[in-house]
């Protein structure tokens, strides 16, 4: 194993910076980055800091900033120190400036301003909240989207990413000789989805938590056969319902969100 200092600078929250250099890393097998993080990079003094922390542990610079006098310093810095420097919003915001025939505001953080989507995250979060694990089934047409699996197929982390993306999620777990809410089949303007996993993968997932919560590791809820069946049956009734299913056993959270939103899309008449 290969490893790398990686310094992520941001005039912002760094999530942008972040997100591209795993998605860039992740392509690299035997590399292990060590991620320096600076974030909120606004001032000459913290940029001063940001600049000693590359000197201490060199390596390639990956940032966000659109104010020009931090970004000279920054790039006048690394080539000082001969580490390579890449800005991952230039290109794009070249090309939009282009197309677009005018010249971006270079404004940080201006994606987390306080306005009506900001908000609409917001509430959506509080409503995934509250609709976790089967809460609140009467008003389940509220929703957006509404998950719907057996113990431990990612029901609520994805409902959560959802509910960051402004989708407002309820999530209703599949229990046995547990019925699920009547109302979920009543509901007409949400769109259901059903969350399935390998029946294998299910069994080691929940020992896991078994383990982590210190309880006994061999009853039902761990039982191969009585798993498989619960799978089975959840299959059975989404298919009676019609509803999509999605396996979610090689599939990140964020992969299983993505295919969500695309049926959301569809249904809703948006691809």
């Known amino acids: 194993m290969k490893s790398v200092h990686l310094h992520l600078v941001s005039d912002s929250t760094g999530e942008t910076v972040r997100s591209v250099a795993r998605a860039c890393l992740s392509q690299f097998e035997g590399v292990t980055p060590i991620e320096h993080f600076w974030s909120l990079v606004r001032s000459e003094a913290h940029l001063t800091k940001v600049i000693a922390g590359i000197e201490a542990h060199p390596g ?5 900033m659109v ?24 290109s794009a915001m070249a090309a939009l400036a282009g197309y677009l025939g005018v010249e971006s505001g270079h404004r940080p953080g201006r994606q987390h ?5 900001y908000f609409r995250r917001i509430e959506a979060m509080n409503f995934a909240l509250a609709h976790d694990d089967g809460q609140l089934s009467h008003d389940l047409d509220k929703a957006d989207i509404i998950l719907v699996g057996v ?3 990612s029901k609520t982390p994805t409902s959560l990413y959802l509910a960051n993306r402004g989708y407002r999620v309820a999530n209703i777990p599949m229990v046995p000789n547990v019925p ?6 009543q509901v007409k303007e949400p769109l259901i989805v059903g969350l399935i996993n390998d029946p294998g993968r299910l069994v080691q997932v929940r020992k896991s938590r078994l383990l982590s919560l210190n309880e006994e590791a061999e009853t039902d809820y761990v039982d191969i056969e009585r798993v498989k069946e619960e799978v089975a049956e959840a299959r059975r009734m989404f298919a009676r319902a019609g509803w999509p299913v999605i396996d979610v056993t090689r599939r990140s959270i964020e992969e299983t969100a993505a295919a969500i939103m695309a049926l959301f899309n569809q249904k809703r008449g948006l691809e």
């Open 67 to 90: 104010a020009d006098g931090l970004r000279e310093s920054l790039l006048a810095a690394c080539q000082r120190l001969q580490v390579p420097s890449i800005s991952v919003l230039d």
């Open 180 to 185: 699920v809410p009547a109302t979920l089949f």
């Open 151 to 153: 113990s431990r197929t």
């Open 113 to 117: 301003a306080l306005d009506a989507d």
């Open 60 to 64: 390639p610079v990956l940032f966000t």
